[in-house]
């Protein structure tokens, strides 16, 4: 019978350099206690690297800087969420980034949920999950969701003419169906811009 520790390496070793895994996902092998040492020692060998308590990473090494690539928020997020069958949609500044309207990778992210509000502090950054209406949450389209965030970020009166322009452009990829369902959802104002792009 492989040792716990073993187990784990075994399920680590399928996956590829930059996978985040959480402490949920070794469940099957044994119990909590004997998964903090197994994992405790992982990151020791330096097998893991540990992202938060709960939350690891199978390193990513950068070459040109000989330093590990840590995964983006965006994608620890999604694995919390994933892991606690919740849907979050990201706030302003990181939906702005997201559709490139700001050059600013932010150093805090801020996500609206349905699950557990928390913050999650990953080495000088920080995971917010705020709990908010289902209705929040009721945008379906990838970037009409943070079309909606981001105008909002930006307020009424400040859209500059290239930014309105860029959120059109972007709109026009976006799913028919989608947009539209968003539109109903959105404030009058945000609306009439998204509906540039039909």
């Known amino acids: 019978m492989a040792s716990i520790e073993e187990q784990i390496l075994a399920q680590i070793k399928n ?5 985040i895994f959480l402490t949920e996902d070794f469940a099957q ?10 994992l405790y020692r992982l990151v020791k060998r330096g097998v893991l690297y540990r992202l938060a308590s709960g939350i690891y990473v199978k390193p990513k090494t950068s070459q040109l800087l000989n330093q590990i690539v840590l995964p983006s928020l965006n994608d620890i997020a999604q694995a919390i969420a994933k892991r606690d069958k919740a849907r979050i949609i ?18 805090n992210v801020v996500y609206y949920t349905d699950g557990k509000a928390r913050k999650i502090k990953i080495d000088n950054r920080n995971i917010t999950f705020k709990k908010v209406s289902p209705k929040k949450l ?4 990838k970037i009409s969701k943070l079309a909606v965030l ?49």
Do not use: C, Y
């Open 15 to 19: 996956n590829e350099e930059g996978t």
């Open 29 to 38: 092998i044994g119990n909590a206690n004997a998964l903090r040492v197994a």
């Open 90 to 107: 990201p706030t302003g500044s990181f939906a702005m980034h997201a559709l490139g309207l700001s050059e600013q990778i932010p150093l």
């Open 138 to 141: 009721a945008l379906k389209g």
């Open 150 to 198: 981001a105008l909002t970020e930006i307020g009424k009166n400040s859209v500059a003419k290239s930014e309105e322009d860029k959120i059109v452009k972007l709109l026009k990829e976006e799913n028919i169906e989608d947009l539209r369902h968003d539109l109903q959802l959105a404030p009058q104002w945000i609306a009439e811009i998204m509906a540039k792009a039909l």
